[in-house]
């Protein structure tokens, strides 16, 4: 099965900085989506963007694609300490899969 | 509210033992889905269902077996086959495997085998 995997493993940045994740896939996609990981907890959904997109903003984020070098970026502009979390890109294959497969994800820090 | 549940938070398992992770969900989603996540780990699939009464493996499903009675419901049963169980176990549903839309993710049952 195909999986994303994102990079940085790790980001420490200050309160008031971007953070930028990156995480690249193998496969044509249909859509990728970006989910958030507080520490023991459940994952969040925070934007999804179609393969016909190439990007797309939510409040702070924003999210690139570009399915030519299959690969996605996750941008959170003016961190905030409450951003700390675990990062998981996810994508769902075009070949007819469309399970949500994820990446190991990136463990951000916002120190305040 | 509308969500999907998972229990019990914490499960403690004795070697050679079964156990039985719960999910329940009222979003009226026909997709659920159970992941597996290790420290410092991303989540792989152990098994998939898109209707009701009906399943598929996903990348690590030995040791593990599902049932998907009914549509609001997708127990996961770790069973004493599965010789490294100790993980934190989520559930997540969808509306319909092709809908391009988010997953809901419980919020998790830990297990450790003690």
């Known amino acids: 099965s195909q999986q994303g995997e994102e990079d940085p493993q790790a980001l420490s940045i200050q309160e008031g900085e971007n953070a930028t994740m990156n995480c690249s896939y193998k496969?044509?996609?249909?859509?990728l989506q970006w989910y958030r990981q507080n520490s023991g907890r459940g994952l969040v959904h925070l934007i999804l963007?179609?393969?016909?997109?190439r990007e797309k903003h939510s409040g702070r984020l924003r999210v690139t694609l570009d399915t030519s070098k299959k690969s996605s970026s996750l941008l959170i502009t003016a961190s905030r300490a409450a951003d700390t979390a675990s990062y998981f890109c996810a994508t769902d294959g075009s070949g007819g899969s469309y399970i949500p497969t994820f990446g190991r994800g990136t463990s951000l820090i916002v120190h305040p | 509210d509308g969500g999907i549940t998972q229990s019990p938070k914490y499960l403690f398992r004795k070697e050679g033992q079964n156990v039985t992770l719960s999910c329940e969900q009222n979003?009226?989603?026909?997709?659920m889905y159970w992941y597996r996540q290790d420290p410092g780990q991303g989540l792989r699939l152990i098994y998939y269902s898109q209707i009701v009464n009906d399943f598929q493996k996903g990348d690590i499903a030995e040791g593990y077996s599902v049932s998907r009675e009914k549509k609001e419901s997708f127990p996961l049963t770790v069973t004493s086959a599965q010789k490294n169980p100790t993980a934190f176990y989520l559930c997540?549903?969808?509306?319909?495997?092709?809908?391009?839309?988010?997953?809901?993710f419980g919020q998790g049952t830990r297990l450790t085998v003690v």
């Open positions: 979003l009226n989603h026909d997709a």
């Open positions: 963007i179609r393969s016909n997109e």
């Open positions: 496969t044509s996609i249909n859509n």
């Open positions: 997540a549903s969808s509306i319909l495997p092709q809908g391009n839309t988010e997953a809901f």
